[in-house]
């Protein structure tokens, strides 16, 4: 009656093995490393390298605990922070520019778990330590940038109508395209609504002036913030995995504020800088009428130029351009550093089927002009090279050369490989937890469940006995099912995941109590022990089932509609669930038909 066949058992003993085996990485804790790898992809992190760093940490006497090569990374482990700042600062110094060295943590765990896919869990920022940023964006430069691109799409699709227009006005409010007369304006109006269908026009003439004003509705101004912020969160996740951070935390806070966390990162102004740029590049024509850059430079820059600083091996020098944008940096497939035809830093740009085909047209009809590639950043533009255009150029393959190091070359590639920002965002709060805080939060947490869980233990043992017994085996079960899931999911544990456990064995021991109350309640009806064991199983679980369903529900509910520590929170709770259904049925049953089952004769129940 109450004996489990051989493969019930087995499938008991197989759960308990697998959930030794993913939990006990979770035990060995992380090691202060440092992380070499290559500045460009050409740049190859090998054997040689392994050797040339160990030969290096030898002569300056700080020995690795552990050195190995991951992908094109070679990864040091060293005993302490102390050596490991030390190593950094070493390493830097005697690889030079060619190689990025950063500061890292790695597991500890032994190769054989390793080899078996074993992996610790992620620790969030409140137990692993690291930085928070909180960054808003500038909607009214999203705003201005679609207006800058809806200038250049009216200039380009009325020079390929062959319709004479005269100036195109960007203002705060909308676009002002002036034409010569009223058939102009119609002919004008007819390939602007074809061209841009989301574009309200309004049509103005006074006193022999013609022109049309070009406006967003509110519904593509709402889309333009939205889609605003969507773009800022994917370029952000673009420069984070750059950087190599473990599971970072990017989501939207408000209406144009983005939340980032970088778990374990311990170079924070490197962190900082790279998020916080907005590098992104434009091509504009320069004006080469020297009398014009004459009057520019004392003070009176004509209408529709702009006078900016040019990178030059000799120094800075000023350049007149047109404000007018032919090309942004949203056309950008692909950034990479390398070098030019003369061997300096240079960036290698893949452009977009949109891109190839402006570039290809504007270098075409500018033939013996100069044109400027203009690096934007944090609102400030600088000439980076201004080449004279020599002929058309098709592909879409663009080169950006001048006076940069290999490291600017290296950080303008990672800015414009990640994307173009949709518009600027400033820090507006940044808050670093340290690795010490983070272990104190760890070991409360962790203190916290284990009086828990002794707590529930003795009250178990002391009110049900022998059943209590076999209930605080299965909890402990469940806890390191839940540990093991965690692990092989490669979750993100938070302090709330760490109160979602806490939570859990509360939930856990009480499908235990409803089973053994319902045994009492068989034996004091009258019931030999072997019935009442399988009445009260059997009768409890409807109880169970019902229960930690509509819990689930809830758990899925703040699942999908939660955020941030909220869904943290629910991830564990929800899997929590799963595993107590499991150790305080199936496993705990198992004990009691291990105690009673095989008895012939019970007389009665420690229950």
């Given at each position: ?535 009260g199983y059997e009768h409890a679980w409807a109880t169970i089932l019902d229960s930690n369903i509509t819990t689930l529900i809830a758990g899925v509910a703040l699942l999908i509609f939660g955020s941030g ?43």
């Open positions: 009656m109450n004996r489990y066949p051989l493969w019930k058992y087995l499938i008991i003993l197989a759960a308990l093995a697998l959930g030794l085996v993913y939990s006990v990485p979770n035990l060995y804790g992380e090691s202060p490393a440092v992380q070499i790898s290559g500045a460009r992809s050409s740049i190859k992190v090998d054997n040689a390298v392994m050797g040339k760093v160990e030969q290096l940490l030898s002569t300056a006497k700080l020995p690795p605990t552990g050195l190995f090569l991951e992908g094109n990374s070679l990864k040091v482990r060293f005993k302490d922070v102390e050596t490991q700042l030390k190593a950094k600062t070493l390493i830097q110094e005697s690889m030079g520019e060619n190689y990025v060295v950063a500061l890292n943590l790695l597991p500890n765990t032994p190769p054989w778990l390793t080899a078996l896919g074993a992996h610790p869990m992620f620790l969030g920022l409140d137990l692993r330590g690291g930085v928070h940023f909180l960054l808003e964006i500038d909607m009214k430069a999203a705003v201005d940038k679609a207006f800058e691109r809806i200038a250049g799409d009216v200039r380009r699709e009325l020079k390929d109508k062959k319709i004479r227009a005269g100036a195109i006005k960007r203002g705060t409010n909308g676009v002002e395209v002036q034409l010569r007369d009223a058939e102009t304006l119609r002919a004008a109006r007819s390939a602007i609504e074809k061209a841009l269908p989301a574009v309200q026009i309004a049509e103005q003439s006074s006193g022999g002036n013609f022109s049309l004003k070009l406006t967003l509705t509110e519904t593509e101004l709402f889309r333009i913030k939205t889609d605003a912020v969507k773009q800022n969160i994917a370029t952000l996740h673009n420069r984070v995995n750059e950087l190599g951070t473990t599971e970072p935390v990017i989501q939207q806070q408000g209406v144009e504020r983005i939340v980032v966390q970088l778990p374990g990162v311990q170079d924070t102004a490197r962190a900082k800088d790279i998020l916080g740029r907005t590098a992104t590049l434009e091509v504009r024509m320069v004006e080469d009428d020297q009398s014009k850059l004459a009057e520019a430079l004392n003070g009176n820059v004509p209408a529709g130029y702009e006078l900016m600083d040019e990178l030059d091996p000799r120094g800075n020098r000023r350049i007149l351009v047109k404000r007018d944008v032919e090309l942004t940096g949203e056309n950008i497939n692909d950034a990479q550093a390398g070098f030019d035809d003369h061997n300096q830093p240079a960036v290698h740009i893949n452009l977009d089927g949109g891109g190839a085909n402006i570039f290809r047209q504007l270098t075409a009809e500018n033939v013996g002009k100069r044109m400027a590639m203009i690096l934007v950043e944090k609102g400030k533009g600088q000439v980076v090279t201004a080449p004279v255009i020599r002929g058309e150029i098709g592909g879409g393959r663009v080169q950006i050369s001048g006076s940069m190091t290999t490291a600017d070359a290296n950080d303008t590639a990672l800015l414009l490989r990640a994307g173009s920002l949709a518009a600027p965002m400033e820090i507006v709060e940044e808050r670093t937890i340290g690795p010490s805080l983070g272990r104190e939060n760890i070991e409360k947490g962790f203190n916290s469940t284990l009086y828990g869980f002794a707590a529930i233990v003795v009250f178990m043992v002391i009110y049900y006995r022998v059943f209590g017994v076999t209930a605080s085996i299965a909890l402990a079960a469940n806890v390191l099912f839940l540990i093991a899931l965690l692990s092989m999911l490669q979750a993100t544990l938070t302090l709330p995941g760490i109160a979602a456990i806490a939570l859990t064995l509360g939930m856990a021991i009480d499908s235990n109590v409803l089973i053994n109350e319902r045994i009492r309640e068989e034996v004091r009806n009258g019931s030999p022990p072997q019935t009442a064991i399988k009445a520590a909220v869904r943290g929170f629910a991830v564990v709770h929800c899997l929590g669930i799963l595993t107590s259904m499991f150790s305080a049925v199936v496993v705990s049953r198992g004990l009691v038909n291990l105690i009673y089952g095989y008895r012939r004769k019970v007389s009665k129940l420690a229950v």
